[in-house]
């Protein structure tokens, strides 16, 4: 599976919106982008993922660029629950394959 | 969204004992479910892809002798840390997608609510 890379920590203020980018430059034309956020000793959570398309849904907006080299993760109105560490990874098509977690960007939404 | 449950979600066991942890999907069918490990402040290590009616495959490094992994049956895969000792004190994650759902092979996998194993 592609590498991704992303910053470490962002602070956010609450009622703002989050823009969390993800770098996967080497991410190959059947890999799908997920992202998965993990509130403090909670098992992750899925938010969103995507191929090539922008995709949104009721928690979050997925921005992947035209050469889906980097996307953007768009929380539209963070609040104070939404401080969690946020996984980007990229994974292959395919029922059998693994997810494996990068280190994250630690958000924390300041009151 | 599909719903991943783990048993217990705390343990505290004695050095040299084994500890069992569950995984069951709740309201899907799972032919694959994964388990991972996580120290403090650090990422999800994939320890090992559990597979229903036969054996589990291992990541590098990981000793399957000591993380004995079954998966019965399509809704239940169990972790049984034997001779724990205070170094696998640890948080223990499994996850699971739905192998017979839509149909689609982009689906995400949904995880369990992890057990935190402490070995004194």
């Known amino acids: 599976d592609a590498k991704t890379t992303q910053p470490p920590s962002m602070d956010c203020a609450e009622g703002r919106a989050a823009n969390l980018p993800c770098n996967h430059s080497?991410?190959?034309?059947?890999?799908?982008v997920y992202w998965y956020r993990q509130i403090h000793s909670q098992g992750p959570q899925y938010i969103i993922h995507?191929?090539?398309n922008n995709e949104t849904n009721e928690m979050a907006s997925l921005i992947i660029t035209e050469d889906r080299k980097s996307s953007t993760l768009i929380l539209p109105h963070a609040t104070l629950r939404d401080t969690a560490v946020y996984y980007c990874?990229?994974?292959?098509?395919?029922?059998?394959?693994?997810?494996?977690f990068g280190t994250g960007t630690s958000l924390t939404v300041i009151p | 969204g599909a719903v991943v449950s783990q048993h217990p979600s705390r343990v505290i066991c004695k050095s040299g004992t084994s500890v069992k942890i569950e995984c069951r999907s709740l309201?899907?069918?799972?032919?694959?479910m994964f388990w991972y490990r996580q120290f403090p402040k650090q990422s999800l290590m994939l320890m090992a892809t559990?597979?229903?009616?036969?054996?589990?495959?291992?990541e590098q490094g990981v000793e399957k002798d000591k993380f004995l992994i079954n998966h019965a049956s399509l809704t239940l895969s169990t972790l049984t840390v034997t001779s724990a000792h205070p170094e696998d004190s640890s948080f223990y994650i499994c996850?699971?997608?739905?192998?017979?759902?839509?149909?689609?092979?982009?689906?995400?996998?949904?995880f369990g609510q992890g057990t935190r194993l402490t070995v004194v």
């Open positions: 309201d899907f069918q799972a032919t694959t």
């Open positions: 080497t991410i190959s034309g059947n890999e799908y």
């Open positions: 990874i990229v994974r292959a098509a395919n029922t059998g394959n693994q997810f494996y």
């Open positions: 996850s699971a997608r739905d192998s017979m759902g839509s149909g689609s092979p982009n689906t995400e996998a949904f």
């Open positions: 559990s597979n229903e009616g036969s054996k589990a495959t291992y």
């Open positions: 995507g191929l090539k």
